[in-house]
């Protein structure tokens, strides 16, 4: 069975610096990886996915993840993060070709300070 | 459109009452999921339905009963829950069931008292 780690429960940076919220997984399978951010009260919205093709993929707001299969690991980045960053941040997987299951990681608080 | 709407926002039922929530999608998706959160708890799996058949039941205790009506809605129907059972409850959609990105809604943010 697949599994996800997301290293940091809590990731407290300054706005404007840089931040990377880190994810690595588990399967003897090859994976889709996606990210979901999620902020207070409200539902979980898809930031990026990695299906198949370039290994670095972005976001409309700036983010980007690279998918790293030696390493097992899909962390994501952004290079100068805003107030407006602050969330909750799930990093997923599902089985290619297989389950209809998307497993999560536990989630990364990212708190963006003045 | 990649939008999943769900209704109520807010739902505060006693555990005698019947209560349903709605999700509904109109981006011709053919998966459709619903989910429980716990406060700082990533969502858990409840049901899946592919082609509106019920394909996934994750031991789910059966005062939770799910219903797909059609390919555009789901439902979910409660009776005589537990105060442990108060969360927010997710439905999500995507284009197939194996694989395929999850667009989710805003939740039903539910109390049992």
């Known amino acids: 069975a697949q599994s996800v780690t997301q290293l940091d429960s809590q990731v407290p940076v300054f706005e404007e610096a840089p931040v990377e919220l880190r994810c690595n997984y588990s399967?003897?399978?090859?994976?889709?990886l996606f990210w979901y951010v999620q902020y207070p009260n409200q539902g979980l919205q898809l930031l990026l996915k990695?299906?198949?093709?370039?290994?670095l993929v972005e976001s409309i707001n700036g983010f980007e993840a690279e998918f790293n299969k030696s390493q097992t690991s899909f962390h994501l980045r952004k290079p100068s993060v805003h107030i407006s960053d602050t969330a909750e941040y799930f990093c997923?997987?599902?089985?290619?070709?297989?389950?209809?299951?998307?497993?999560f990681g536990k989630g990364t608080k990212l708190t963006v300070n003045p | 459109d990649t939008e999943v709407t769900q209704t109520p926002k807010h739902l505060v039922m006693g555990m005698t009452n019947k209560k349903s929530l709605k999700c509904e999608q109109h981006?011709?998706?053919?998966?459709m999921y619903w989910y429980k959160q716990k406060a700082k708890k990533p969502p858990e799996l409840m049901f899946v339905?592919?082609?509106?058949?019920?394909?996934i039941n994750e031991s789910v205790p059966s005062r939770f009963s799910p219903e797909c009506p059609n390919s555009s809605l789901l439902n979910l129907h409660l009776h005589a829950l537990q105060p442990e059972d108060s969360a927010l409850y997710l439905c999500?959609?995507?284009?197939?069931?194996?694989?395929?990105?999850?667009?989710f809604g805003p939740g039903t943010r539910l109390t049992v008292t």
């Open positions: 999500a959609s995507s284009l197939h069931s194996q694989g395929w990105e999850q667009y």
């Open positions: 399967s003897s399978v090859s994976v889709y």
């Open positions: 990695y299906l198949s093709g370039s290994t």
């Open positions: 997923a997987v599902s089985l290619q070709g297989g389950s209809e299951k998307l497993v």
């Open positions: 981006m011709g998706h053919r998966a």
């Open positions: 339905y592919s082609y509106e058949k019920l394909s």
